[in-house]
């Protein structure tokens, strides 16, 4: 009878518990917790978030309810059982006073980062940008991004964000690579997919790794002690930072205090598109503000006419007015700037704009090309003249504190843009970097692994997917031939790391351009490697992979792995891009010839006693080794031979 009381008493104090009414006050759900969100899948889903503590709250899911109180340091998080994909469903986050989130799904959740060739969007003009834009309409693919921040401290909460169905209207400045990787996956799986979106142009891995973590080399943890060291007399980082940030908010604060368009007869001329430390002397190294304003004629026939303003891309915000009205605004400097006029603002004769841009670091100004700025009407380009000459101010407002545009010091983005999403689960990582270690590949021997550990680590869920990109084929200009080669070998040798997976991507890079504009290759390839390592597909997921050497004779046979059907080129074209040296280390390239499906065989007339083999070792190789799927082989080396890291 005891028992079956104290049975009756648990159940009962169960029961009042969750018939208790939410009394939590001032509830906010982290920022992540939006309209559109997707929840992972298959896995226990904490929603947290903040209010004034002591008070008890509620979340409710598809009848899971689930009850916490606030903690004393006005935290809370509720951890709802497990679902399989689907929806969409309400989730409902109850206080005093009641928050619902429409239209929420389950399904899984991937986080791209990395540096720009991850941040590059749609409309930055990948390969068909206009019609892939065009024909983006997935409402199971959702899509949030992380904005830049940097931070010395980890920090819990986003600045901003929210989720957004996939659409042509929420893709064109979301990352390429990421969309094209989401949609080939959700298209493979069926389910929702939500695509986590945190990268920022021209960083370093150490940058994305936690301190913890990064101090575990002796020469980042050097960094982070000068970075907090203030014994030199100069503002600290985080005092310029704070200094640019307060600058900024008091430059918008006076925006409303200025009369649109300027008085700008006494201003100098630049000629449009172009970078200003380019042009003017006076502005070299400049950051901060500059105006742009430009007076043009329209015939009386497009008066009151809808009319779309294209500026190309802007480096790094701006905001535009057409005759002192507002028509836009935009962050991010490889994102084309399209704002739509309202008929009324426009008038046959003179009309003015105005735009306000905003460099934070490096190079700042109009950096796209001439034939992007331009009016059209219903897509037809119009003929005033929008490139040329510009007036222009910088006096409006100070310059800033200087900072590097791209934060390279360790854990700056980890702190901002990774800690804020924990514990948020997700179903694996796809990264796309290491430009900017190029010059320490040995280094990022190490601090690539330790990367991928230190955020397994912290998330907690086991060792997830985690896919890379291995750096396409470039010429660096000023960078020592081995950087590159050498970079992309560490890469390859991260493999080891239990489930991972590697796009190679050095047949689709360009000569003179960092951000080679074929992303739809690359997502493919990062999709092909998640339907493996993610989801146990038995498929060719990579190109071919060097196994073994062995040398016969006069000739030297290398073995590969990931073949398909068979290593494969194209029928009239010789094999390319290997190089073979004996003890003495000089190299001599030479042509290979497929033996079997595995196989490779060199023979090298100058070298009677083949030491090693390179294939593919150069910044912009010219290889052509794929396998039956049609996917290029990776560049490797056979030898060892020691070459010490060489910065730039």
Not at 85 to 92: M, R, W
Not at 375 to 394: M, T, V
Request: with cysteine.
């Amino acid at each position: 009878m005891k028992i079956q009381n104290a049975f009756i008493l648990g159940l009962t104090s169960i029961v009042l518990m969750h018939c208790q009414s939410p009394t939590a006050t001032q509830v906010e759900p982290h920022q992540l917790f939006t309209d559109n969100a997707v929840l992972q899948r298959d896995i226990e889903m904490p929603v947290w978030g903040t209010a004034d503590p002591g008070g008890s709250i509620e979340v409710e899911i598809n009848g899971q309810v689930e009850q916490t109180k606030v903690s004393e340091d006005s935290s809370w998080q509720v951890n709802l059982a497990a679902m399989e994909a689907g929806g969409p469903y309400q989730l409902i986050i109850r206080g005093e006073e009641e928050i619902k989130l429409e239209n929420v799904m389950v399904g899984d959740v991937w986080l791209a980062s990395g540096q720009s060739n991850m941040e590059w969007p749609l409309s930055a003009e990948v390969d068909n940008y206009e019609e892939e834009i065009a024909n983006a309409n997935y409402p199971n693919i959702r899509l949030f991004t992380v904005y830049r921040n940097t931070s010395l401290e980890p920090l819990n909460q986003l600045d901003s964000g929210s989720w957004q169905q996939c659409s042509p209207e929420t893709v064109a400045n979301f990352s390429a690579v990421a969309y094209f990787f989401g949609r080939e996956i959700q298209q493979e799986q069926d389910i929702p997919i939500g695509l986590l979106h945190s990268s920022w142009g021209g960083t370093t891995a150490e940058a994305w790794v936690s301190e913890a973590s990064v101090r575990q080399m002796e020469d980042f943890s050097a960094m982070l002690d000068s970075l907090r060291s203030e014994e030199s007399g100069e503002l600290s980082f985080a005092e310029k930072q704070e200094l640019k940030d307060k600058t900024i908010v008091q430059a918008d604060a006076r925006l409303s205090e200025i009369t649109l368009p300027l008085e700008d007869q006494d201003w100098p001329t630049m000629e449009l598109p172009t970078l200003w430390e380019t042009t003017d002397p006076s502005l070299e190294g400049f950051d901060g503000y500059v105006w742009f304003q430009k007076t043009f004629t329209l015939p009386q026939s497009y008066e009151n006419q809808p009319l779309t303003l294209h500026l190309g891309a802007i480096d790094d915000a701006d905001i535009t007015w057409v005759n002192g009205q507002k028509v836009g605004e935009t962050a991010g400097y490889n994102v084309l700037r399209t704002y739509e006029i309202p008929p009324q603002l426009l008038k046959g004769g003179e009309n003015t704009i105005t735009v306000r841009v905003l460099d934070t670091g490096g190079g700042g100004g109009f950096s796209g090309s001439a034939d992007k700025m331009y009016l059209a009407r219903d897509g037809q380009q119009l003929s005033a003249d929008i490139a040329g000459e510009w007036k222009y101010d910088q006096n409006q407002e100070g310059d800033f504190p200087k900072i590097s545009p791209y934060p390279q010091e360790p854990t700056l983005l980890y702190n901002a843009m990774i800690n804020p999403l924990l514990p948020y689960p997700i179903k694996g990582v796809i990264w796309y970097q290491g430009e900017s270690n190029a010059g320490r590949a040995q280094q990022y021997q190490t601090l690539f692994p330790l990367l991928i550990d230190d955020w397994r680590s912290h998330w907690s869920i086991g060792d997830f997917p985690f896919l890379f990109v291995q750096l396409a084929s470039f010429i660096a200009p000023g960078s020592h031939p081995e950087n590159w080669p050498r970079l992309r070998e560490a890469q390859l040798m991260t493999l080891s790391l239990p489930n991972t997976g590697m796009a190679v991507a050095i047949d689709i890079g360009d000569s003179i351009d960092i951000h080679p504009r074929n992303k739809q290759d690359v997502g493919s390839r990062l999709a092909l490697a998640a339907r493996k390592v993610a989801y146990g597909e038995e498929n060719v997921y990579s190109g071919p992979i060097y196994e073994s050497m062995r040398v016969a004779d006069d000739s030297v046979i290398l073995t590969f792995e990931q073949v398909g059907e068979g290593l494969f080129k194209m029928p009239d074209e010789k094999l390319r891009g290997f190089e073979v040296a004996g003890e003495d280390r000089q190299f001599y390239q030479t042509q290979a010839t497929i033996i079997s499906d595995t196989e490779v065989s060199i023979k090298v007339p100058e070298v009677s006693r083949p030491a090693a083999v390179r294939y593919g070792w150069r910044s912009y190789p010219d290889v052509n080794l794929y396998n039956s799927e049609g996917l290029p082989a990776s560049p490797f080396r056979t030898d060892d031979w020691e070459v010490p890291d060489i910065e730039g």
